[in-house]
């Protein structure tokens, strides 16, 4: 900004004390610059808070104008006018894969948007995370217009306790990039983004859906105390964060997406501040009381259940089954482990057991393909649920593009055996108005998937309706309980389904059509529509627990179980951040690492993270690798890891209440109700309150008493009369040792 332009200054303070600074320069709004709680600053005021509001339609909204500031429920309304003018490129795009263009010099000179209006609502919060209160505030957006339509809103901002990068520690659970990060110096780099320097395209993802994929809050901690940030009710957002190189802000990208409309209103945004500096051990259990505060209000909001982990196992071929092999050889084996769910490749008819063709990933329709066998599949479900085992089948929710193309037939049958149509997904599509996903252009979204996937769109009535039924005769009749939803996170929530012309009468045109040509675009086309995919995910997903599924994702999101992620050693200096999440136990990586790998896999386990069992189908075993990897011998499970997956079945249910890292990295304990949980990393000792029942779960033996003689990588249950009073004593046994280096 030119430093000759007369700046103004203006301090906001919320009823609870939080401090924002509005800046002005020139009579125009230059953003949210000092933000304050407790006298401690709570972000960098060099890089100021702002937003960027574009229609896809190339309009950009500038010049923002701070026309209202209005006392409202203990904070500030704020009310902007602006001005608009046409950028060069829209988001909507020709039949030809081309950007449209606007090309009016005049319209690209900003001129007032008499008719448009937006409105920032500040508001005081306070908060309370398992016993520790915190203070900051919300903030959300109101976007009204009568001549333009918008479908995100991207808001800008960056959150560092003390003002500054340096010396604080971002907390993100992340398939792509390191979960913990440092920041020791202004010239360290962060991205949230999938960066793949090894491919034609090297950037996979950059933003990504903050509750269906990342974790749904963010964390930043340091000798400032902690900032929290996150949106208090479920909506689609897409979120980036960056510190660049020499820089001292942790850029918070957020687009802020919906339906396409001119009266836009974007979910709230809340910014809380814990005054206090932690030890690393407090930072894991402040983590873990954030995490649980959100999970539990996003879930309770959508009435969807919680999904919890519990021993895992998969029989995963990706070729044509032997389904009565399963049921006889590798189900017996993976039961006898104390596994609990076994996992499925795709059997719904897919290009491979069809066609011929790669791959299974391709479903062609949603039923068992005649070639694995529904009696057979049926036999397999049944035999596990004998044993107490569920089974939980791969899917998703795209369609192979054969499926699509072997629906427009004409001329004989050839070469080819078509499917019967009748109760298929072909007729169910030709009860769909709009079947599948659109993208600006009108074609097919494939995502990166081209051109072998068509996504399927999830607001149609017909596809949900034809998806529920089968998946519902899956469960009913079959006896599957659970989905592993693949690309949950990109093909399903994080898509938008685009229509140009909501009146049009056919799909497409060639230039030799001649009774089509010889128009003029007229002086106003029809409004288009743009329509998020993110609620319609989640509530089909709410509609699978309803039928008897669990639900398991290929994402690290708020919602389900999470079979997604890096390798076992990328994760071990983050394995408090990584419960409800399914792992491959890499026993050589961890020792590659450095790591002893049963001491790994007993804390992974303490902090819920499951250790996958296979059977592996070529040595008729129990195996820590799929079948086959890397061309060696299977690495079966030892006596000590199955005996601390049957502990952790045992102790699972009341595992899921409150959960404590000790100090001194002597171990976790769980509370639920008048049982606590206990996994020892180490040696120790502690006094407790008389007549605690003391049961050792991997071990066997019980016993009531006062004192508590803990062996290293022991589980134990304790039963107390006065659970809170056994939990303080066993917290103020030990000193602090730190656990996050």
């Known amino acids: 900004m030119d430093e000759t332009v007369l700046e103004k200054r203006r301090v906001l303070t919320l009823a609870n004390g939080v401090t924002l600074e509005l800046r002005e320069a020139g009579g125009v709004f230059a953003g949210i610059g000092r933000v304050c709680s407790c006298g401690v600053e709570l972000r960098n005021p060099d890089e100021p808070m702002y937003f960027v509001i574009r229609t896809p339609s190339g309009v950009e909204f500038t010049n923002f104008r701070l026309e209202e500031v209005r006392p409202e429920d203990g904070g500030f309304r704020l009310g902007f006018g602006?001005?608009?003018?046409?950028?060069?490129?829209?988001?909507?795009?020709?039949?030809?894969?081309?950007?449209?263009?606007?090309?009016?010099?005049?319209?690209?000179?900003?001129?007032?948007?008499?008719?448009?209006?937006?409105?920032?609502?500040?508001?005081?919060?306070?908060?309370?995370?398992?016993?520790?209160?915190?203070?900051?505030?919300?903030?959300?957006?109101?976007?009204?217009?009568?001549?333009?339509?918008?479908?995100?809103?991207?808001?800008?901002?960056?959150?560092?306790?003390?003002?500054?990068?340096?010396?604080?520690?971002?907390?993100?659970?992340?398939?792509f990039v390191?979960?913990?990060?440092?920041?020791?110096?202004?010239?360290?780099?962060?991205?949230?983004?999938?960066?793949?320097?090894?491919?034609?395209?090297?950037?996979?993802?950059?933003?990504?859906?903050?509750?269906?994929?990342?974790?749904?809050?963010?964390?930043?901690?340091?000798?400032?105390?902690?900032?929290?940030?996150?949106?208090?009710?479920?909506?689609?957002?897409?979120?980036?964060?960056?510190?660049?190189?020499?820089?001292?802000?942790?850029?918070?990208?957020?687009?802020?997406?919906?339906?396409?409309?001119?009266?836009?209103?974007?979910?709230?945004?809340?910014?809380?501040?814990?005054?206090?500096?932690?030890?690393?051990y407090e930072v894991c259990n402040r983590y873990e009381a954030v995490k649980e505060v959100v999970h539990e209000t996003l879930h309770a909001e959508l009435d969807f259940r919680r999904e919890r982990v519990s021993a895992y196992g998969m029989i995963e071929e990706w070729g044509n089954p032997d389904m009565e092999r399963y049921a006889r050889a590798g189900v017996p084996k993976l039961a006898a482990a104390g596994v609990k769910k076994i996992g499925l490749a795709n059997h719904f008819q897919n290009n491979m057991n069809v066609w011929g063709v790669s791959n299974m990933c391709c479903t062609v329709d949603y039923r068992i393909a005649e070639s694995v066998g529904e009696d057979k599949f049926k036999l397999l479900c049944s035999e596990a649920r004998r044993r107490g085992v569920k089974v939980e089948m791969w899917g998703n929710t795209a369609l192979s593009t054969l499926t699509w193309l072997f629906r427009q037939r004409s001329g004989r049958e050839g070469g080819i055996r078509f499917l019967p149509e009748e109760d298929s997904i072909m007729a169910a599509l030709e009860q769909a108005k709009e079947p599948f996903v659109r993208t600006p252009s009108n074609a097919l979204e494939a995502d990166h998937y081209a051109p072998v996937f068509a996504v399927l769109n999830l607001r149609d009535p017909a596809v949900r309706a034809y998806w529920l039924k089968r998946w519902g005769y899956a469960a009913k009749e079959l006896g599957l309980r659970g989905i592993f939803l693949d690309s949950s996170f990109n093909l399903s929530s994080d898509k938008f389904h685009w229509c140009q012309n909501p009146e049009a009468g056919r799909t497409g045109a060639t230039a030799d059509e001649t009774g089509l040509l010889g128009r003029f675009r007229p002086e106003r086309e029809p409004e288009g529509r743009i329509q998020s995919e993110y609620f319609a995910h989640l509530t089909l997903m709410r509609e699978m627990q309803r039928l008897g599924y669990d639900y398991c994702t290929e994402d690290l999101g708020v919602f389900g179980i999470h079979r997604h992620g890096p390798a076992a050693a990328a994760r071990i200096d983050s394995l408090p951040l990584w419960s409800e999440c399914l792992c491959s136990f890499d026993a050589d990586g961890i020792a590659a690492a450095g790591y002893d790998p049963d001491e790994i896999f007993f804390r992974g386990l303490a902090f819920r993270m499951m250790w996958i069992l296979y059977w592996d189908m070529e040595f008729d075993c129990l195996s820590f690798r799929i079948s086959g990897n890397r061309g060696t011998q299977a690495r079966p499970p030892q006596e000590y890891h199955l005996k601390l997956l049957r502990a952790f079945n045992e102790a699972e249910t009341a595992m899921r209440g409150s959960r404590e890292l000790l100090s001194g990295d002597r171990g976790v304990l769980y509370r639920q109700g008048k049982e606590c949980i206990l996994w020892c990393f180490r040696e120790f000792r502690a006094g407790l309150p008389g007549g605690v029942q003391i049961a050792e779960l991997a071990g066997g033996a019980r016993r009531e008493g006062d004192r508590l003689d803990c062996s290293a990588r022991s589980v134990l249950r304790l039963t107390a009369e006065q659970p809170g009073e056994l939990a303080a004593a066993l917290r103020h046994s030990g000193a602090a040792q730190p656990v996050l280096s």
């Open 82 to 175: 602006m001005e608009r003018r046409e950028t060069d490129l829209m988001e909507w795009m020709t039949h030809a894969v081309r950007p449209r263009r606007n090309l009016n010099p005049d319209r690209a000179r900003p001129a007032p948007a008499a008719d448009t209006r937006l409105i920032l609502e500040l508001k005081p919060v306070e908060r309370e995370f398992g016993g520790c209160r915190a203070a900051g505030f919300s903030y959300r957006y109101r976007f009204r217009s009568d001549s333009d339509a918008i479908y995100k809103l991207t808001d800008c901002s960056s959150w560092e306790p003390g003002g500054r990068a340096s010396g604080n520690m971002f907390l993100m659970r992340s398939c």
């Open 178 to 280: 390191p979960s913990i990060t440092r920041f020791r110096e202004p010239s360290d780099f962060y991205s949230s983004e999938w960066y793949l320097p090894e491919c034609e395209n090297t950037r996979a993802f950059q933003f990504l859906p903050l509750q269906t994929e990342l974790q749904g809050f963010t964390f930043t901690t340091g000798p400032a105390g902690t900032v929290v940030t996150w949106a208090n009710r479920v909506g689609h957002i897409r979120s980036l964060f960056e510190k660049e190189r020499h820089s001292e802000a942790i850029r918070h990208r957020h687009e802020l997406c919906g339906d396409l409309s001119r009266r836009f209103d974007t979910p709230e945004l809340e910014v809380l501040h814990f005054p206090d500096a932690l030890e690393p």
